[in-house]
């Protein structure tokens, strides 16, 4: 699977001797922090999680992320000049070739955070960072449901919505690194005004996680127990397949705006393969009813949707991957 | 500005005596045929005109392709084995790799044609074939008001709607080769049905010039002088600026559907730069009032548009420029 590039100049040990060499993922969310130890056959080896609830500054997170690194090498016995590279997924806008994360709503106080040179001089080694969501479809591209496919879209859909977009093999930041930022998308069903700066987008904010279950909570009135009421988005799909009229027309007009966006993103780029992740996006009661709606949609062409294969995993993954190609592993 | 590349395999003659050396470029249109005959520079020396109206089956256009060519090389005083290579752009969905056509609403018959193979045929010379809103991205990007910018989209709105996308500096082409078939884009204000095999997208149902003489002649009703009753997309929006409420409607609400499809694009891609082209895309107010209803959309990024700056020449210069890499001519 993988195959070590000799004579490359980012490989601080040649020597032959050096199978202990490691590479460090990270996937920074809202609520967790998440560090894999990885070998250069990209094969995880240990695994280290913490809450970002109670510590969410740029510092504290890089001190978390420190701890949890030397913790992995310690119990995987590997000294610390085994760690080659690490690589960074943060939930906001990030540029990646600065190694900047301009802004993010899910952690307090992130603007501008100059990540990538935190985590160097925290762990001494190259560090790559990138937004969460396309460190998602870099994962889901090397190991997951778009394995191999030069041309996809990989749709997150959570809280927020956002996708990470290959072309010919290459990840889109676009001009301003806001490429993907699809939660912004206006289509039929969704407000038209523009979002204000710091809002959800029009399309996240009536079918991301918290559009839908607002829905959920003005269609349904004072009706139905504590427990019904309090249905997240996910239970609400899965309450529309008891027969719940109310439920049904929610998963209805949520499946048609999704539809709308897919069919949008769709007729642009015409990639071959869109990957549905995040906890809505692979709801099976919504990717049915998405799919019936977009059915008659042949024109241009005729969207294909999978869900993730690697789910809250794939960004780990787009992270151990993004932490070998910095440390010039050849990995095929 | 151009430079030939040595030891080229594609060069049938590497002698240094061959300063002779020239491409043609060729634009297949519903109405016109246009073929230019340019030196290693790209530097057209000789145009030629023909019209396809009676005589667009692909065989016969063929045909006047080649009596054009031998005219232009026969003007310039030019022997046949001066020519390097063609490029040819068509008005449909075409796969470039194969060199076949597969299908046009603007030719009559024209369905699976293999133009590349016919053209090689016919001329003895290597042939590309590409859709002719892309080749007209590709002459804004070598020489028009995309020159040298990697990521930006070419929106052609003319009868149809169609986007040749460049990102990363390469041309997105799609699965099918349908990328930037953007005229069946659905946003607020547009059908939201789907679009039947062979007819218009809808979005270019409602803003592509007939769509648009549509609405201006509903909204009318038998009010107004012939003259007034027959104008044209461009004509109606000129209107508009006289004062005329009837008018100013359809430009503000073509405007607005507009917006709304680049304001999707951009939210997708997150390009530099749009570039419009087409006789309604270039329209002044048209532009004018598409841009005044962007103006608050500035949030995931501010789109910013420009109008061609090749116009009708933009997709002859592009087929010069494959023709030219098609002859390993490097141009910078």
Same mark, same amino acid.
């Given at each position: 699977?993988?195959?070590?590039?000799?004579?490359?100049?980012?490989?601080?040990?040649?020597?032959?001797?050096?199978?202990?060499?490691?590479?460090?993922?990270?996937?920074?969310?809202?609520?967790?922090?998440?560090?894999?130890?990885?070998? $250069?056959?990209?094969?995880?080896?240990?695994?280290? $999680? *913490?809450?970002?609830?109670?510590?969410?500054?740029?510092?504290?997170?890089?001190?978390?992320?420190?701890?949890?690194?030397?913790?992995?090498?310690?119990? %995987?016995?590997?000294?610390?000049?085994?760690?080659?590279?690490? *690589?960074?997924?943060?939930?906001?806008?990030?540029?990646?070739? *600065?190694?900047?994360?301009?802004?993010?709503?899910?952690?307090?106080?992130?603007?501008?955070?100059?990540?990538?040179?935190?985590?160097? #001089?925290?762990? =001494?080694?190259?560090?790559?960072?990138? #937004?969460?969501?396309?460190?998602?479809?870099?994962?889901?591209?090397?190991?997951?449901? %778009?394995?191999?496919?030069?041309?996809?879209?990989?749709?997150?859909?959570? &809280?927020?919505?956002?996708? =990470?977009?290959?072309? #010919?093999?290459?990840?889109?930041?676009?001009?301003?690194?806001? !490429?993907?930022?699809?939660?912004?998308?206006? @289509?039929?069903?969704?407000?038209?005004?523009?979002?204000?700066?710091?809002?959800?987008?029009?399309?996240?904010?009536?079918?991301?996680?918290?559009?839908?279950?607002?829905?959920?909570?003005?269609?349904? =009135?004072?009706?139905?127990?504590?427990?019904?009421?309090?249905?997240?988005?996910?239970?609400?799909?899965?309450? !529309?397949?008891?027969?719940?009229?109310?439920?049904?027309?929610?998963?209805?007009?949520? !499946?048609?705006?999704? %539809?709308? !966006?897919?069919? #949008?993103?769709? $007729?642009?780029?015409?990639?071959?393969?869109?990957?549905?992740?995040?906890?809505?996006?692979?709801?099976?009661?919504?990717?049915?009813? &998405?799919?019936?709606?977009?059915?008659?949609? $042949?024109?241009?062409?005729?969207?294909?949707? @999978?869900?993730? *294969?690697?789910?809250?995993? %794939?960004?780990?993954?787009?992270?151990?991957?993004?932490?070998?190609?910095?440390?010039?592993?050849?990995?095929?």
């Amino acid at each position: 699977m993988v195959k070590r590039k000799t004579n490359s100049p980012a490989r601080r040990n040649t020597s032959a001797t050096r199978t202990h060499d490691h590479v460090i993922g990270i996937d920074i969310g809202g609520s967790n922090l998440r560090v894999a130890l990885a070998d $250069t056959s990209g094969q995880i080896v240990g695994k280290w $999680t *913490a809450s970002t609830k109670s510590t969410s500054s740029p510092q504290m997170v890089v001190q978390q992320i420190r701890a949890g690194v030397y913790q992995l090498l310690q119990e %995987a016995s590997l000294p610390r000049t085994s760690l080659l590279s690490v *690589a960074a997924g943060a939930p906001g806008v990030t540029d990646r070739g *600065a190694g900047v994360v301009f802004a993010t709503s899910y952690l307090k106080g992130w603007k501008n955070v100059p990540l990538g040179q935190l985590l160097e #001089n925290a762990l =001494g080694v190259p560090a790559v960072v990138e #937004n969460d969501v396309k460190l998602a479809a870099v994962g889901e591209n090397w190991l997951g449901a %778009a394995r191999g496919v030069p041309s996809f879209v990989f749709l997150a859909i959570g &809280t927020g919505i956002a996708a =990470g977009i290959f072309i #010919n093999g290459q990840l889109v930041h676009g001009a301003d690194w806001v !490429a993907g930022e699809v939660g912004y998308l206006i @289509v039929p069903g969704t407000p038209e005004a523009p979002a204000k700066p710091g809002s959800p987008g029009p399309l996240e904010s009536v079918i991301g996680g918290e559009g839908i279950r607002q829905s959920w909570l003005h269609s349904n =009135g004072e009706r139905g127990s504590k427990r019904i009421q309090d249905l997240t988005a996910t239970g609400i799909f899965y309450h !529309a397949l008891t027969g719940n009229r109310r439920a049904k027309t929610v998963l209805e007009r949520s !499946a048609r705006i999704l %539809a709308f !966006a897919v069919y #949008n993103i769709s $007729t642009v780029l015409n990639p071959s393969l869109f990957v549905l992740g995040g906890g809505v996006g692979t709801n099976g009661p919504l990717l049915a009813a &998405t799919q019936r709606t977009l059915d008659p949609y $042949t024109q241009p062409s005729r969207p294909k949707l @999978v869900t993730s *294969a690697l789910g809250p995993d %794939a960004q780990l993954m787009g992270a151990i991957r993004l932490a070998l190609d910095g440390a010039k592993v050849i990995v095929d």
